[in-house]
């Protein structure tokens, strides 16, 4: 999958899978679980333990999905993770080594900011879309009034995206949004309750159908 259908894909979903774990185990089962509620753009943390081989592994073995890497602090874990299968990266803050490893292996980048200074810097050096996080803290409305002098920046915020505000980012002007614990919490992983997570994804994708009729 090239960059440009990365890109159409997650935009097309319009909810990325944020996955953090303690381990990686049950990491493949989870990503099937998303799936059958219509979510396949995950992205899979550099905190959680064993995180690059679990990407080839899942990489592998759902080829169809689009998994990434997030958390991506420095370029070298940029180019391992690419070389692993990930299909776009994503920093927590302004990483701008990060986003020059990306576009020179050309791989989708979501360069991490918060404020519209940070977010225009991410865009200029080369950021496909600018994460804004973490995003709980100023809602909807901090992405329509970062929008209305900004509007050729597509934004991704994250952190407090829910299936009951997902719409309201969207119609805010988000492109896309990604969403951790609202639809992988701790709990769930470790009891592996997929029939949960999958109900959760469902309900995002409801969400997300809803907002684009009403839009």
Do not use: Q
């Not at 809602?139 to 002098?149: E, R």
């Amino acid at each position: 999958m090239n960059k440009d259908a990365v890109l159409a894909k997650i935009k097309s979903e319009k909810v990325i899978a944020l996955i953090r774990a303690d381990s990686p185990d049950g990491l493949l089962d989870c990503a099937k679980a998303l799936a059958a509620g219509g979510l396949t753009s995950i992205e899979l943390t550099m905190t959680t333990p064993g995180a690059i081989e679990m990407l080839r592994k899942v990489s592998v073995e759902l080829p169809n999905f689009v998994f990434g890497l997030g958390t991506v602090l420095d370029a070298k874990t940029a180019r391992e993770g690419i070389a692993a299968g990930a299909k776009f990266l994503v920093t927590p803050a302004y990483r701008p080594e990060v986003v020059a490893a990306a576009k020179s292996l050309n791989t989708v980048v979501f360069c991490g900011a918060l404020t519209p200074t940070e977010i225009l810097l991410a865009w200029e050096a080369g950021s496909d879309a600018v994460k804004v996080f973490p995003a709980e803290f100023f809602g909807p409305a901090y992405i329509k009034s970062v929008k209305a002098p900004l509007p050729h920046i597509p934004l991704v915020p994250t952190g407090g995206v829910t299936a009951d505000n997902v719409g309201d980012f969207l119609k805010a002007g988000a492109m896309a949004t990604a969403a951790g614990s609202s639809l992988v919490d701790a709990k769930s992983l470790k009891e592996k309750n997929w029939p949960l997570i999958t109900s959760r994804a469902k309900a995002f994708a409801a969400a997300v159908a809803a907002a684009s009729v009403k839009a």
